[in-house]
């Protein structure tokens, strides 16, 4: 913080449990992550190398030691890591992962059906030597999954040693936990916190009126993922109220009575 600045709230600080910020790397260069890190690292928890950018990215081993360095959790996409399971490569996987110094990987099933026994068995295997995020939701926009199954297949890949799951959205932010409009299900949200902690689960969250909604929902230190690397800052002042979205959700009651407020886009459309 460049000034002290009152009823800000709390955020958690590295290394956290809640309040996490995943950014998605679809290929920066060496140069473009420096200059990220050089403004970004101290908001940034997770770094996911895209899909399968790892595979075709020059100097992808110089760069995760970048990041390493400036304290960042990095992994490959869990597409990469469908694309060696569908081969049955899956030694292959780990041998690539450990040779780029990795020790954080993704199990999913977005690309590809994986029956979830199969899937909790791997990631049980896994877990035993890396940090595990798991993804629950497919990349279809076809394929829905009904409330109850996104809560026990989360339960149980939580249990079969997984440190967060991942809800689901792409990189587009038009399927999973959203509509193909980008609102949030909420019903679905709703119904997956009845029976999963907060804290466990990272919500993809892309677009910024998704960051908005789930701040509003949760509060500042919710987890959120698939961030562009030019839209941490943006975000963090989204948590911290220093954006108009968010601008009276931490102030006191007594400060914001009788300050004209301007309606949110959101509550203009439902208008």
Request: charge should be negative; charged fraction near 25%.
């Amino acid at each position: 913080m460049n000034h002290s600045l009152n009823h800000l709230p709390e955020r958690t600080t590295k290394p956290r449990e809640s309040g996490l910020t995943m950014v998605m790397d679809k290929g920066l260069s060496l140069r473009q992550a420096e200059d990220f890190l050089e403004v970004c690292a101290d908001k940034v928890d997770l770094l996911k190398l895209g899909f399968g950018t790892s595979v075709i990215t020059p100097n992808v081993r110089e760069k995760i030691k970048i990041y390493q360095d400036a304290g960042l959790i990095v992994y490959p996409g869990g597409t990469l890591f469908e694309a060696f399971f569908v081969r049955k490569q899956l030694d292959d996987y780990l041998r690539f992962v450990d040779a780029l110094g990795l020790e954080c990987v993704e199990v999913s099933d977005g690309s590809m059906v994986i029956e979830e026994d199969d899937k909790c068995e791997m990631i049980q295997r896994l877990s035993k030597g890396y940090r595990v995020l798991s993804e629950v939701g497919s990349k279809e926009a076809g394929i829905l999954i009904s409330p109850n199954k996104w809560t026990t297949m989360m339960q149980k890949e939580l249990e079969a040693g997984s440190w967060k799951v991942i809800a689901e959205a792409r990189e587009s932010g038009n399927v999973g936990i959203y509509r193909p409009n980008g609102t949030a299900h909420t019903a679905l949200v709703r119904r997956i916190l009845a029976k999963v902690k907060l804290e466990d689960i990272l919500w993809e969250a892309p677009q910024k009126p998704q960051q908005v909604w789930f701040l509003k929902q949760f509060g500042a230190n919710v987890n959120l993922g698939n961030i562009g690397p030019h839209d941490v800052i943006p975000l963090e002042c989204l948590r911290l109220g220093l954006r108009g979205d968010t601008f009276f959700d931490h102030l006191p009651e007594a400060m914001a009575e009788g300050v004209r407020q301007i309606p949110d886009e959101e509550a203009l459309a439902e208008e």
